[in-house]
């Protein structure tokens, strides 16, 4: 059986590697950027320049997103027990368990898979308010809540 606490500190952990790894690739990034000196071919290099901005503005805004899944994960206290489904919650149903805490997809714990989705995601939004024995559909696919933790 998963605990919604251990499924919590690997979300945790996963949201954490994620902002160091867009943190250093941002940096490599800038550095590399900075240090390109001006050659003959100058237009080659304001283009370069241009590419290494693109990029960073791309990793920037990813690092933007990784720091709001951190965000939301530190709004959570794995330790509260839910009677209906909300923020936080830990909820299995006969097609598979959700973590309702923040966008990280597929998350591997002890040879289980749980889904860590947003509640404003599409099934998330479905699932926020019911209680254990409710049923929705989604995809075609038919799911009855089994217990919320």
């Known amino acids: 059986m998963i605990l919604k606490k251990e499924i919590y500190t690997k979300c945790v952990k996963i949201a954490q590697q994620r902002v160091a790894d867009l943190s250093a690739i941002i940096k490599e990034a800038q550095n590399a950027a900075n240090n390109e000196t ?13 590419m290494a901005q693109l990029e960073t503005e791309k990793l920037t805004k990813q ?10 994960l530190s709004q959570i ?7 209906q489904v909300g923020l ?4 299995t149903t006969n097609n598979g368990q959700f973590f309702i805490a923040a966008s ?28 254990k024995e409710d049923s929705f559909s989604f ?10 933790n």
């Open 88 to 91: 936080g919650s830990l909820v």
């Open 63 to 72: 690092l933007a997103e990784a720091l709001k899944l951190e965000q939301v």
């Open 104 to 131: 990280l997809g597929k998350v591997t714990l002890n040879d289980a898979t749980i889904f860590a989705i947003s509640n404003v995601s599409p099934i998330g939004k479905l699932l926020i308010g019911l209680k």
């Open 38 to 50: 001006k050659s003959s071919a100058g237009d080659k290099h304001e283009t370069g320049r241009a």
């Open 77 to 83: 206290n794995p330790d509260t027990k839910h009677q």
């Open 139 to 148: 995809n075609g696919k038919s799911y009855t809540i089994l217990s919320i």
